[in-house]
Every structure is written in structure tokens, then in C-alpha cells.
């Protein structure tokens, strides 16, 4: 099993900053990869951004010039920097943990992020 706490949310202005953190416990040597996922008001959960145990990352399109995903695998802490922020970034943001040998996903309950115009 993986523990996954989210941290960092919050109300912030048009093209303002934020720093999501997920910090992890548990069966972490069997995650593959960890990722941030949103889901805005009647929405479906999408992909953020993704980085896998050998740093590899990948972001969404919409997101990629303004997200970085990075990691802290001494603190077992994975991190969404998000610059530039619009109130289309308004969401619910989950942390995800992917167990590729397992088929397993494991989730945070989110931390709500709130981008005002």
C-alpha cells in the first residue's frame, strides 16, 4: 500500500504561483512513476503532469510551458510548480502513484487550487 498527502492548494490571482506537494509513504520502492492529476467543476480527472522513478517527465499540452513536475526521492516528495496560472487551472489536483507491476494506482484526496480573474 502507498500513502499519498497532497499539499499546497489555495486561492491565488491570474498569473500568479503555486507550489503543489505530495509526499508519499508506504510501499514506495514499487511506484513507478507519480503524477498530478485535476478535475475542474463537472469535469473528468486528467493527466498533469508526470515523472517516473528514472526522472523521465511528461506534461499536458495545455499546462507544459507553465508546470514543472519534479521529485525529492530523499524526502519521497514529488512537486508541481505552477507559474502563469488562469482560472482554467481551477481544479481539484490529485496526486497519483502507479504501481506498473501491480496494475496499481493509488490516490490523494486532492487539494483544491482556485485561480480568481
Known amino acids: 500500500q502507498v500513502q499519498l498527502v497532497e499539499s499546497g492548494g489555495g486561492l491565488v490571482q491570474s498569473g500568479g504561483s503555486l507550489r503543489l506537494t505530495c509526499a508519499a509513504s508506504g510501499s514506495i520502492d514499487s511506484i513507478d512513476a507519480m503524477g498530478w492529476y485535476r478535475q475542474g467543476p463537472g469535469k473528468r480527472r486528467l493527466l498533469v503532469a508526470r515523472?517516473?522513478?528514472?526522472?523521465?517527465?511528461n506534461c499536458a499540452e495545455s499546462v507544459k510551458d507553465r508546470f514543472t513536475i519534479s521529485r525529492d526521492n530523499a524526502k519521497n516528495t514529488v512537486y508541481l510548480q505552477m507559474n502563469s496560472l488562469k482560472p482554467e487551472d481551477t481544479a481539484v489536483y490529485y496526486c497519483?502513484?502507479?504501481?506498473?507491476?501491480?496494475?496499481?494506482?493509488?490516490w490523494g484526496k486532492g487539494t483544491l487550487v482556485t485561480v480568481s480573474s
Open positions: 497519483n502513484a502507479r504501481d506498473l507491476g501491480f496494475g496499481m494506482d493509488y
Open positions: 515523472i517516473t522513478s528514472g526522472g523521465s517527465t
